[in-house]
């Protein structure tokens, strides 16, 4: 008698296993997805996947440590000699990009859950990355000074991960191509000269309350280890009482969380206001670029709200933080379509979001964050990436 044919089974069950996890942790973050989760979405058994990982620390350091490899091999074979270098490189990695959205994300937000060997090797390799680019960068434009030209490159790979941070697509024939066309405008920036930055704004008089006091020692706290490193009792240290007593003016973590992410959005929304009092939609556009860049400069919350939405917290406390901050780019996609109205909603908003997200990164990367010019520096790309398209 004939044995019936079993299903085949995939050639890298790792890879699959992998693929699968990537997702949920995009979706969830790192802490919100245990293992059997995993294994539930792969349609396995716990035990079989622990044949293969052996725990959600190795499957993260697999899935982004792969996405290394591929960016290598991308940057490998594009400066290998051939014609059109940076176009070839740049066309590579925005396929990757557009094919492999999860990986981006999970090196953005998830990298500092990894164990400290693997956060080297990643930083060790991408930087050797990163250094093939500017090289690149400098035979072609041969009038860069090597630390602008990285600065550069960095502003260009924030423009790939940008697609990480929203869920807004076009087809494929055409996402790759305008990421191209941004990643390019951002090497081919033409950075502004030495100014001088705007005054700090004094502190106020008097002591802050208990609350505020509360709010900044956990912003600064989340900010260097994480929300999920740090405890209450730390938070309360930090402010200089007993870790208990934080309860009476935050009921947990996450509403401190919360707290801080509607902070945030207070002082975007309340920059936003002086910005749009402008004669045109682009000039508003150009003092919004400017308003955004100075807020997260100078506003810690701003950062730290980032990664509220990898935070466990209520539903509608998590969707209330989520519409504020659609709001908030919405006022970017509706200037930039006024200015540009023959371009398609979907553009625009790619667009908007590859801007911030140049913001965002450059202003937390250490190898450029300490630029005396970062402010300008940063407006001028914001710019270029939104005005490009503009006759």
Not at 296 to 307: A, G, K, N, Q, R
């Amino acid at each position: 008698m004939k044995t019936p044919d079993r299903p085949s089974r995939p050639r890298d069950r790792r890879a699959q296993l992998a693929a699968v996890a990537a997702e949920l942790f995009r979706a969830r973050g790192f802490h919100g997805v245990g293992i059997n989760d995993i294994a539930a979405a792969a349609g396995v058994t716990g035990p079989a996947l622990y044949r293969h990982f052996a725990d959600k620390q190795a499957i993260l350091a697999y899935v982004v440590l792969a996405g290394i490899d591929d960016m290598e091999a991308v940057t490998s074979a594009a400066l290998s000699g051939a014609p059109d270098q940076l176009d070839t490189l740049l066309t590579g990695l925005a396929t990757q990009a557009v094919e492999r959205r999860e990986i981006a994300a999970l090196w953005r937000w998830e990298g500092p859950h990894l164990r400290r060997e693997e956060r080297r090797e990643i930083r060790r390799r991408s930087g050797a990355v990163l250094d093939a680019w500017t090289k690149a960068l400098l035979a072609a434009r041969t009038e860069l000074a090597a630390d602008d030209a990285e600065f550069l490159c960095w502003g260009a790979l924030s423009v790939f991960g940008s697609v990480a941070v929203h869920h807004t697509t076009v087809a494929r024939r055409r996402f790759v191509p305008l990421l191209v066309e941004l990643a390019s405008a951002v090497l081919d920036t033409t950075l502004p000269g030495s100014v001088s930055p705007a005054p700090d704004i004094p502190n106020g008089l008097g002591t802050p309350s208990r609350r505020e006091q509360i709010l900044s020692a956990a912003t600064a706290l989340f900010g260097e280890r994480g929300f999920h490193a740090v405890s209450m009792e730390d938070i309360g240290a930090a402010a200089g009482i007993a870790g208990p007593s934080v309860y009476r003016h935050f009921p947990s973590k996450a509403a401190l969380m919360a707290a801080i992410g509607h902070r945030a959005a207070d002082r975007l929304a309340l920059a936003a206001e002086q910005a749009l009092r402008a004669p045109d939609e682009l000039t508003a556009l150009r003092r919004l670029s400017a308003s955004y860049v100075h807020t997260l400069l100078h506003t810690p919350e701003l950062l730290v709200s980032f990664t509220a939405d990898r935070v466990t917290m209520p539903d509608r406390e998590k969707a209330d933080l989520l519409r504020v901050q659609r709001d908030y780019v919405a006022q970017w996609v509706t200037l930039l379509a006024a200015i540009l109205p023959s371009l398609p909603a979907r553009e625009a908003k790619i667009r908007v979001h590859a801007a911030l997200t140049i913001a965002n990164d450059l202003t937390r990367t250490r190898r450029v964050s300490g630029r005396p010019n970062l402010e300008a520096e940063l407006t001028a790309l914001l710019r270029t990436v939104l005005e490009c398209a503009v006759p």
